[in-house]
């Protein structure tokens, strides 16, 4: 995996708003895999910003989201789908019909959804970059501790740990949904690059299972480790745990001089 830990969560979006660019100056019909939460929040900034100052366009591009909750509609200020309307979308000139969340629509059959979700995501032609959070839990997507590591799509349990974590997004007499649909480890890892974005103390943990911890379901974070193409940003207290954190820093200086003389490379 390719560990880079910055000074501050601001430089944790840059560097991702950089990468996010770069993939589509290269590929502007690029399938993005996208996800929601705080840590994303900045990252979204960087990249609307980038779309209004310099015309960083997502013209072409499509959009999976990881997770969306069970038993929200989509026009509820709390789904996923809002989110990322009001935090993205809205913003930048993708065309909304091919942005795709797994959302489950009233009295529809959920199970369904799943299959559906993944098909679409063949169709499209897999996804060129998942771009995704870390759960303090060591969750990615809502793949709580124990999920199978060769699970697709499919309806999940929030953990107690997770429902608290999120409870402060909603009032106390607001209902907070604790099923979710969400992308199965298996699909995640079947992206072609991996970027994983986690800032704070609060994620210091789970980086550490993650990057040095066995891989386990425990830990779903941790299969990462057999993925080709891992680039993890982390600010330094999401870093503090971490044992071999000066190797990493080495690995990120030697990295930047071979992009400067050969114009690569990744280090995973
Ligand atoms: C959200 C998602 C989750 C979050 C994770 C971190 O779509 O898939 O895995 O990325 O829970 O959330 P924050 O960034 O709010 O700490």
Known sequence: M??????????????????????????PDAVLGLATGSTQLSLYRRLVKQHLESGLSFKHATSFNLDEYLGVAADNPQSYRSYMNREFFDHIDINKN?????????????????????????????????????????????????????SRTRVKTL??????????????????????ITMGIATIMDAGRILLLATGENKAAAVS??????LSA???????????????????????????????????????????????????
């Open 218 to 268: 425990m830990c779903p974070a941790s299969i990462l480790q057999l993925h080709e193409r891992v680039t993890v940003l982390l600010d330094e207290p999401a870093a503090a745990g971490l044992r071999n954190k000066d190797y990493y820093n080495w690995t990120y200086l030697q990295n930047e001089s071979l992009k400067d003389r050969f114009g690569i490379i990744h280090d995973g």
């Open 98 to 150: 091919n942005t795709f969340l797994p959302a489950c629509e009233d009295g529809k059959n959920p199970i369904l959804v799943g299959p559906r979700y993944e098909q679409a995501i063949l169709d499209a032609g897999g996804i060129d970059l998942q771009i995704m959070g870390l759960g303090a839990n060591g969750h990615i997507g809502f793949n709580e501790p124990s999920s199978s590591l060769s």
């Open 159 to 180: 953990t107690k740990q997770t429902l608290k974590d999120n409870s402060r997004l909603f009032s106390e007499d607001e209902f907070q949904p604790t099923l979710a």
């Open 209 to 214: 299972k993650m990057v040095e911890g066995p």
């Open 2 to 27: 390719e560990i880079i830990i910055l000074k501050n969560a601001e430089s944790v979006a840059a560097t991702g708003g950089e990468l996010v660019a770069e993939l589509l100056r290269v590929r």
